[in-house]
Nanobody
Framework: QVQLVESGGGSVQAGGSLKLSCAAS???????MAWYRQVPGRERDVVSI???????WYADSVKGRFTISQDNAKDTIYLQMNGLKVEDTAVYYCAGTFYEFWRPCPKGPADYTHWGQGTQVTVSS
């Protein structure tokens, strides 16, 4: 089965940095992967997306501060978060689309097939 395991969350002062990791396993074909975040009582929001071709997308709120990257040899994606703000406090989730058999990958916004367990990021003033 596909598994996504996140790590790297923690507590940091405003202006600090954290790097999140998401290791994927158990898949045959991979499409886009993404980072989402959610605050209790609010809807889950997409933060950044990375395609299998290396293309990237960022929410306006994190542009210039966050960087998504991937290491295909390790089946891992990362989210480098710099200049953290209190508003970045949330549970961060790794998501991706994985298939047992090849099929065209979705284009544009997608409903990801698999999600990680989430990792807490807390930014204090």
């Amino acid at each position: 089965q596909v598994q996504l395991v996140e790590s790297g969350g923690g507590s940091v002062q405003a202006g600090g940095s954290l790097k999140l990791s998401c290791a994927a396993s158990g898949y045959m074909y991979k499409c886009d992967m993404a980072w989402y975040r959610q605050v209790p009582g609010r809807e889950r929001d997409v933060v950044s997306i990375i395609g299998n071709d290396g293309s990237t997308w960022y929410a306006d709120s994190v542009k210039g501060r966050f960087t998504i990257s991937q290491d295909n040899a390790k089946d891992t994606i990362y989210l480098q978060m710099n200049g953290l703000k209190v508003e970045d406090t949330a549970v961060y989730y790794c998501a991706g689309t994985f298939y047992e058999f090849w099929r065209p990958c979705p284009k544009g916004p997608a409903d990801y097939t698999h999600w990680g367990q989430g990792t807490q990021v807390t930014v204090s003033s």
